[in-house]
């Protein structure tokens, strides 16, 4: 897990991916392969903006961004975590895409567990 990540994770309590893209020093794809790291080991979940278009309307064209937006919807972390497990290269694409599209990535807020505060601290 990046710690820097994680801690501008945690500072915040939460932080959308523009955010952090903005504040971090990774690429979108350095991004997207460290969230995915860091879900899969519980330390983050992944939430929609509630107003957001991705949460009032998902993409439904079949992309790796609908089947993550879905899973955040439908399954929460345990489907995210699910995911990332079987085919980790989904969930970077539809990251990257999150990140290429400007609206998406102000509407996935990344947040930090209880799991991820214990393994930091």
Do not use: Y
């Not at 820097?4 to 997207?32: I, K, M, P, Q, Y």
């Not at 929609?48 to 992309?63: K, Y």
């Not at 970077?92 to 807020?109: F, K, M, N, P, W």
């Amino acid at each position: 897990m990046s710690s820097s990540l994680f801690g501008l994770v945690s500072l915040a309590g939460n932080a959308s991916l523009d955010e952090l893209r903005a504040r971090g020093s990774l690429d979108s794809t350095g991004l997207a392969r460290e969230l995915a790291a860091m879900l899969r080991e519980g330390d983050i979940t992944l939430s929609l903006a509630p107003q957001s278009d991705l949460a009032l309307a998902p993409p439904a064209d079949g992309s790796a961004l609908g089947r993550v937006v879905s899973l955040i919807r439908e399954d929460g972390a345990s489907g995210l975590r699910k995911l990332v497990k079987e085919d980790q290269g989904v969930f970077v694409r539809a990251i990257e895409a999150a990140l290429a599209g400007g609206d998406a990535a102000a509407s996935i807020t990344v947040r930090p567990t209880s799991s991820g505060f214990r393994r930091m601290f």
